[in-house]
């Protein structure tokens, strides 16, 4: 949960007064705690003492620069997905040999991009990738690295959407085809495919699916190590849950997780690979929305906010809970409310039938755990300008991505086309 403080009517993070901030940014603006962003990474380092294991923070959870630059200072690497999150991480000062690339559909240029950069290892889902980047590795005469993403075949037990080490998944590839790719890499000698990868889900709350994909990754590890293929390094990709709501149940305390890795590789002697994304952020960010009107319904009235599904996708494409804090003065009397965003659809829907403190017109909101896959999936649908982003420490501000404007949501775009007059 995120750590927002009240004190006399003033409620703050890291410090930093909510309304001021508020009334000197404007509305929706997401807010992310150093504080706690840092006090995540310090944690999980601390659970993987003693292990060689490396933490690569998956950019796509959380992509702003100054984020990325916290994961940075703290030694930590990036698991990207695009070339658009290379030059985010190369950018904000993490450097190549610390980064791996994840992801089932990368293209050419992307990989000959990453190639020249000099990244760590590229995270292999298919065969056809395989050769495509022994071509170019080939080409450039550059030596690469690659692990291979297994699918194991092991239901996380979260929601289907963001489920993904199923057979029926796109993800990975299973043991036959496994085969087949270590004995192409063999032939290749631009590849030096020596690593096993896996990720199996995200918003894990138990402990036993991370165990069985583990348990199958370190035993194909031991068959591959028995065939001449000798594994390096295992990436256990991320999926860490965290606790959007009290009534939910407790999410796996990290030593937990990191104990179990620790127990499935004993006998392994290269080195672990990390990739978690929402567990180092989601609780570090709010939402911060401002109250437009109440608007009485059929069934009880609509808390309509300055916020909407495009700043916020989660509850509207996983029905995810997240809480809601009214920041005004301490009212006793509670309601029961719709909250709402301004999209014109029924999906734009924050929280159904919640009970909160009676609310008003331009109150201010905070919508909590927002710190991932928040403002990373936020669009321009409605031509809704995307959100300011704002980063607190110790009392402190600073705007760490402008409130887009209009000229810039517009830029690119001209009311011009075959057979369409310039407008007058
Ligand atoms: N590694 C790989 C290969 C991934 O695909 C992902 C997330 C991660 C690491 C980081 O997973 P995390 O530790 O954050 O669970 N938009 C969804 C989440 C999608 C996750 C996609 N892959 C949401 O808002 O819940």
Request: include cysteine.
């Amino acid at each position: 949960m995120t750590p927002i403080t009240e004190q006399d009517g003033v409620w703050r993070l890291d410090g930093v007064d909510l309304h001021a901030l508020a009334d000197a940014v404007g509305t929706p603006t997401y807010v992310y705690s150093s504080a706690t962003i840092r006090a995540r990474i310090a944690e999980l380092q601390q659970a993987v003492r003693g292990l060689d294991a490396r933490i690569c923070y998956a950019v796509k959870a959380n992509p702003n620069l100054a984020v990325l630059a916290l994961m940075a200072h703290a030694g930590l690497g990036a698991d990207i997905v695009s070339g658009g999150e290379l030059q985010r991480a190369l950018r904000a000062g993490i450097p190549a040999q610390r980064i791996v690339f994840s992801g089932v559909g990368k293209t050419e240029a992307e990989i000959v991009a990453a190639v020249e950069a000099g990244i760590w290892r590229f995270n292999i889902e298919s065969r056809d990738e395989l050769h495509l980047l022994c071509r170019v590795s080939s080409r450039l005469g550059t030596l690469v690295n690659a692990a291979l993403r297994l699918n194991p075949d092991v239901d996380a037990r979260t929601h289907a959407k963001i489920s993904t080490g199923r057979a029926q998944n796109k993800f990975g590839v299973d043991r036959d085809e496994a085969w087949r790719c270590f004995a192409d890499a063999a032939e290749c000698a631009y590849v030096r495919l020596d690593g096993l990868h896996m990720h199996i889900g995200s918003q894990i709350v138990e402990l036993d699916p991370f165990r069985e994909a583990l348990g199958h990754v370190a035993g194909f590890r031991k068959e591959l190590d028995a065939a001449g293929y000798p594994v390096r390094s295992i990436d256990v990709g991320g999926g860490l849950g965290v606790r959007y709501a009290l009534h939910a149940p407790a999410p796996v305390p990290v030593q937990d997780y990191a104990d179990a890795i620790r127990s499935a590789f004993a006998d392994f002697d290269g080195t672990l690979v990390l990739e978690p994304g929402r567990w180092l952020v989601a609780d570090a960010g709010i939402l911060l929305t401002r109250v437009i009107r109440v608007k009485p319904g059929a069934e009880r009235p609509f808390l309509i906010l300055d916020a909407g599904m495009n700043d916020l996708l989660r509850p509207a494409l996983y029905d995810a809970w997240h809480g809601i804090v009214p920041l005004h003065a301490r009212e006793a009397s509670t309601r029961r409310y719709d909250v709402v965003g301004p999209v014109c659809e029924s999906s734009d829907t924050f929280a159904v039938d919640r009970d909160l403190p009676m609310c008003g017109a331009g109150d201010l909101v905070a919508i909590l755990g927002a710190g991932a896959y928040g403002a990373s999936m936020a669009s321009t649908y409605n031509s809704r300008p995307l959100p300011a982003e704002v980063l607190v420490d110790a009392g402190c501000h600073a705007v760490v991505r402008e409130r887009q404007t209009v000229e810039a949501m517009l830029a690119g775009e001209a009311a011009r086309g075959p057979g369409i007059e310039p407008a007058p």
